[in-house]
C-alpha cells in the first residue's frame, strides 16, 4: 500500500497570522473562517512556509494513504491521529527518512540563500517555543497598564505589564506572546489568539521579576460608515490592573537578539513595532552597557506624541545608542520617513552594512519594507558596493530579519 506524505497544519496552535499563505510561492496554502490549510495536490514541500511561521503550527506532517481534503481539513479542531495499522512501522521510517532529505535541503538552501529561509543569530540564546496553547494557556495578571502617546494623539499606544507570579513563562527578546480575547466570534467559536511582541528583555521589565511587557496600540478604524473597534487591541488596551489574562507562546525562533557584545544592531522601525527594539536596547544597557558593538535606531512617527518610549528613549546617552527619531507630521517642516534619514546618513550606514559583525532588524506596519529596501539599496549604489550581494550574505548568516504587519 503506497503511503503519502501529506503537510498540515496544527489548527489548535495556528493564530491565523496569514504568514504561511503569503509565503507559500505555489498557493498551496489557504484558509477559510476556520483553519489554515495545505492542499495536497499544490504543495511540493519546498518548505518556504516552515521558518516564517511564528508558533510552529506550519510544521505537521502525516503519512496517509489517502490524502485530507481540504474540505475535511477546514473542519478540524485538532489533528488527526498519525496512522495506526499495520504500516506504521514502515511509515515511521519512510517518515524519518523524508524529515531527513527536508532537513539536508533545508540547511543547503539555506546557505545558498535562493529561498526564503529565515536563520537565527549564531549568538542567540535557544528560545523555547508553544510552552502554552490554546488549550493549555498561562495565567497572567495585569500589573500595570500606561498610556505612552499623548492623551490628545488619535494614537492610542499602551504599555502592559503582565505578571506570572510563581509560574514559569520564560521569553527572549525578539519573541512573541499570544492573548486570547474572552469570549467567542460570531459563529461561537472561541476568539481567535491574538499575538504580541515582547517589549522586555529576558529577566523581566523589572530586573529579575517573573514579569513582561507589550507595546499595543488601540485599533479603531471606519468602514462602510461605521466606527470597527479591533477586539484583540481594544481588549488588551482597556485592560484594568489585577485583570487576569490568557496567555499562549511563546512564539518566535528567528528574530532574536545576538549575545555577543561585539554585534552592531541596526534597527528600524514604526509604531509598536518598537517593542522587540525595547527589549534588546533594555538588555544591552542592563548587561553590556559598554559593549563595542554599536546600536543603532531609526524610529519613525508622525510627531513626537505619537512616538512611544519618546521620553525613556531621550534619557539613553548617545554612546549607548544612537537615536535617529524621524516624524513625518512636525508643523513647518517636510515630511521625513525612516529611509529618508537612512539615505541621508548612507557615509555611516554603509560601512556598518558591510561589516559581518552587524545585524539589521525591521519591525513595523509592512508598508515601510519597500521604502526601507530601496533606501538599502541605494546606500549600496553611493558607496560603490551591491546590496543583493551584502543582503544574500547577512541572510546566510542570520543577520538580516523582517518582522512587519
Not at 508558533?55 to 481539513?73: A, H, K, P
Not at 523555547?128 to 505612552?148: C, D, H, Q, S, T
Not at 535606531?297 to 544612537?322: C, M, Q, V
Request: proline letters at 6%.
Amino acid at each position: 500500500m503506497k503511503l503519502l506524505r501529506q503537510h498540515l497544519i496544527d489548527p489548535e496552535i495556528c493564530i491565523r497570522c496569514n504568514t504561511c499563505e503569503e509565503t507559500c510561492p505555489v498557493d498551496a496554502i489557504t484558509h477559510d473562517d476556520n483553519n489554515y490549510v495545505v492542499d495536497a495536490a499544490k504543495c511540493d514541500y519546498c518548505m518556504d512556509c516552515i521558518s516564517p511561521c511564528p508558533t510552529g503550527s506550519i510544521d505537521n506532517w502525516r503519512m496517509v494513504t489517502t490524502g485530507y481534503s481540504i474540505e475535511e481539513q477546514f473542519s478540524w479542531t485538532e489533528l488527526p491521529a498519525a496512522i495506526d495499522h499495520g504500516e506504521a512501522a514502515s511509515a515511521e521510517s519512510q517518515q524519518q527518512e523524508a524529515n531527513e532529505e527536508d532537513a539536508s535541503e533545508i540547511l543547503k538552501i539555506a546557505h545558498s540563500g535562493e529561498s526564503g529561509k529565515v536563520l537565527p543569530p549564531a549568538s542567540a540564546e535557544r528560545p523555547y517555543i508553544n510552552i502554552y496553547n490554546r488549550e493549555k494557556p498561562m495565567v497572567a495578571r495585569v500589573a500595570g497598564n500606561f498610556r505612552l502617546t499623548d492623551a490628545d494623539s488619535e494614537s492610542d499606544i499602551r504599555h502592559i505589564i503582565l505578571d506570572f507570579g510563581d509560574r514559569t513563562f520564560p521569553v527572549l527578546e525578539g519573541q512573541s506572546i499570544g492573548i486570547i480575547p474572552p469570549g467567542t466570534d460570531e459563529k461561537g467559536r472561541p476568539n481567535l489568539v491574538r499575538l504580541y511582541s515582547v517589549a522586555s528583555p529576558r529577566d523581566g521589565e523589572r530586573p529579575g521579576a517573573n514579569n513582561l511587557s507589550l507595546t499595543v496600540k488601540r485599533v479603531v478604524f471606519e468602514q462602510d460608515g461605521k466606527t470597527v473597534r479591533g477586539l484583540g487591541s481594544n481588549y488588551v488596551c482597556d485592560l484594568k490592573k489585577n485583570d487576569e489574562v490568557l496567555v499562549t507562546g511563546p512564539f518566535g525562533a528567528t528574530f532574536l537578539m545576538p549575545n555577543s557584545p561585539s554585534t552592531n544592531l541596526i534597527m528600524i522601525c514604526t509604531g509598536t513595532g518598537s517593542a522587540p527594539f525595547r527589549a534588546m536596547t533594555e538588555y544591552r544597557r542592563r548587561h553590556l552597557p559598554d559593549a563595542e558593538g554599536k546600536l543603532l535606531l531609526y524610529f519613525g512617527a508622525r510627531t513626537p506624541g505619537e512616538l512611544p518610549y519618546f521620553g525613556p528613549l531621550n534619557k539613553l546617552s548617545d554612546r549607548f545608542i544612537d537615536k535617529q527619531l524621524v516624524f513625518s507630521r512636525l508643523p513647518d517642516a517636510p515630511k521625513e520617513y525612516v529611509q529618508d534619514r537612512m539615505v541621508s546618513q548612507s557615509k555611516k550606514l554603509a560601512p556598518l552594512m558591510a561589516s559581518e559583525d552587524t545585524y539589521i532588524y525591521i519591525c513595523g506596519l509592512k508598508e515601510m519594507e519597500a521604502g526601507v529596501e530601496e533606501a538599502f539599496e541605494k546606500i549600496c549604489i553611493d558607496n560603490g558596493s551591491s546590496w543583493s550581494d551584502i543582503k544574500l550574505a547577512m541572510r546566510q548568516s542570520g543577520r538580516y530579519h523582517v518582522e512587519t504587519y
